[in-house]
């Protein structure tokens, strides 16, 4: 027992180098990870505390048991076995790629990453470019939701930007997860989105065991009492106009849910206006694709970097705005558990076509309320009564008298009108500068302005965006 071993030096080494790591990753490692976790979980009590929908333990489990979950739930399972049966894969094969669709679709949260990263970036970049305007909070409704529901934000969909403006909007209520599409699959933004707790939906698969394994990831979060946020529209407008809604992540909320279980699901309409648009220009050039086509949104860096820089030396010289007024309004909410009592629906119950038509109507009445929340912002306006006029050319005054009595008509009807420093003059001189600016309106010798004619469609584009708040008043598109 006591006799001395001799040991080459290289083999002392390594074996002192495992008795090291052996130390480490049996005592010191699991030391750490539980005092990073205890801190972790301190951290977000905290924050629970402050916001007013609480992160539930959904958004928290590991990634890697929520996979799990979805891989080997029992609706997914069948629907595995099925496309087996219809397309003669092995079953092991089918296996494999519904744990490729639920590592593509789970995100992995992180609340450090939303609030000290995302909610940061999304502050910083949204008072860089907008003067970021609450319009109708409506918060006492809002008060009024029984913490443990399901809590959805239902928003109109008209530049990349709603998903910055509304997360920044939204950075006290709750930590929002976001179904995004192929844009936000780019190398390097990946990783940041998914930690946010965004989940990547590929909106073009018409796959049956794709589709069975995203709805039961949607109906596992909603079921869980995860605060979500979809577009209905499912993408962006390119006339200005709210477009028909789709109803794929509404259905899958909807179809599962019991009228008599313990948590509710609240949609809760969410409408943003902007006085710039900044895809506007690809997407009218893109209004006229032919229906059933889907537009070619081209990139080019050395335009990209024009505009760019271009900014940049306005900016260097004071003669940089920012891109006008950017409003957000919150509408009543909506509860699902009185939409089916009034009904008298249960959609578990339904046949799937009778769901879809019931679908259809709750995702109707939901994008009805978005549209009557949408704030009217003084490029709107002005563009309104620029089109109105048509080629005539209008004075300053002319031009105040029209936007006056628009004013007027959408406060009639109760529309919100964001009207800056509560100064009508001060809104209409906003609203035309920035037309003017843009050269969608031009000034004559005379001091008279009129509609670009060339610029007519992005015109058509901005005043869309209010023109369904006039009742019996002709589109701004016809």
């Known amino acids: 027992m006591g006799t001395p071993i001799t040991l080459p030096?290289?083999?002392?080494?390594?074996?002192?180098?495992?008795a090291v790591w052996a130390v480490v990753d049996h005592i010191l490692v699991p030391s750490v990870r539980w005092a990073v976790r205890r801190r972790a979980n301190r951290a977000i009590e905290e924050l629970n505390t402050r916001l007013k929908l609480r992160i539930q333990p959904f958004k928290l489990t590991k990634r890697q048991v929520l996979i799990d979950r979805l891989v080997f739930d029992p609706e997914v399972l069948h629907a595995a076995e099925e496309h087996a049966r219809e397309t003669g894969a092995p079953r092991e094969v089918v296996v494999e790629k519904v744990k490729r669709y639920a590592e593509e679709i789970?995100?992995?949260?992180?609340?450090?990453?939303y609030f000290r990263i995302g909610t940061r970036i999304a502050r910083s970049v949204s008072q860089m470019l907008y003067r970021v305007r609450i319009g109708y909070r409506n918060d006492e409704a809002l008060a009024a939701v029984d913490p443990s529901s399901s809590v959805v934000f239902v928003i109109n969909h008209r530049s990349n930007m709603d998903y910055v403006l509304v997360t920044y909007v939204?950075?006290?209520?709750?930590?929002?997860?976001?179904?995004?599409g192929e844009w936000a699959q780019v190398w390097g933004l990946r990783g940041l989105i998914k930690s946010m707790?965004?989940?990547?939906?590929?909106?073009?698969?018409?796959?049956?065991?794709?589709?069975?394994?995203?709805?039961?990831y949607v109906h596992m979060a909603t079921s869980a009492g995860v605060t979500q946020a979809i577009f209905p529209e499912g993408g962006l407008s390119r006339d200005g106009k709210l477009r028909p809604p789709k109803f794929g992540l509404l259905s899958y909320m909807v179809s599962g849910f019991d009228p008599m279980g313990p948590r509710d699901v609240v949609f809760v309409p969410v409408a943003v206006n902007y006085d710039r648009v900044l895809e506007d220009r690809m997407l009218t050039s893109a209004a006229s694709t032919e229906p059933g086509k889907k537009p070619v949104f081209g990139f080019n860096p050395r335009v990209f970097a024009q505009h760019v820089f271009s900014h940049?030396?306005?900016?260097?010289r004071g003669e940089w705005y920012r891109f006008g007024y950017t409003c957000v309004s919150f509408g009543e909410p909506v509860s699902l558990r009185k939409h089916v009592a009034d009904a008298g629906i249960d959609f578990r119950l339904l046949s799937p076509d009778?769901?879809?038509?019931?679908?259809?109507?709750?995702?109707?009445?939901?994008?009805?309320?978005?549209?009557?929340v949408v704030p009217a912002l003084p490029v709107s306006l002005v563009a309104t009564a620029m089109l109105e006029a048509g080629d005539a050319p209008?004075?300053?005054?002319?031009?105040?008298?029209?936007?006056?009595?628009?004013?007027?008509?959408?406060?009639s009807r109760g529309s919100y009108v964001h009207i800056p420093r509560a100064d009508r003059d001060y809104a209409i001189d906003v609203g035309?500068?920035?037309?003017?600016?843009?050269?969608?309106?031009?000034?004559?010798?005379d001091g008279s302005y009129r509609a670009n004619p060339k610029e007519l469609m992005i015109l058509k584009y901005y005043a869309n965006a209010i023109a369904h708040l006039f009742e019996g008043v002709k589109e701004a598109a016809e």
């Open 9 to 18: 030096l290289w083999a002392a080494f390594i074996l002192t180098l495992l």
């Open 106 to 113: 789970v995100p992995s949260f992180s609340a450090y990453a």
């Open 170 to 180: 939204a950075a006290t209520s709750s930590a929002l997860s976001y179904a995004v």
């Open 197 to 216: 707790g965004a989940y990547f939906i590929n909106r073009d698969s018409r796959e049956a065991l794709y589709r069975k394994v995203l709805a039961r």
């Open 312 to 316: 940049i030396g306005m900016a260097m």
């Open 354 to 372: 009778a769901r879809h038509a019931e679908t259809e109507k709750l995702g109707n009445r939901l994008m009805q309320a978005v549209g009557r």
């Open 394 to 411: 209008l004075s300053l005054l002319d031009i105040k008298q029209r936007v006056s009595a628009l004013i007027g008509e959408l406060e």
């Open 432 to 445: 035309l500068r920035m037309l003017t600016l843009r050269h969608l309106v031009l000034e004559e010798e």
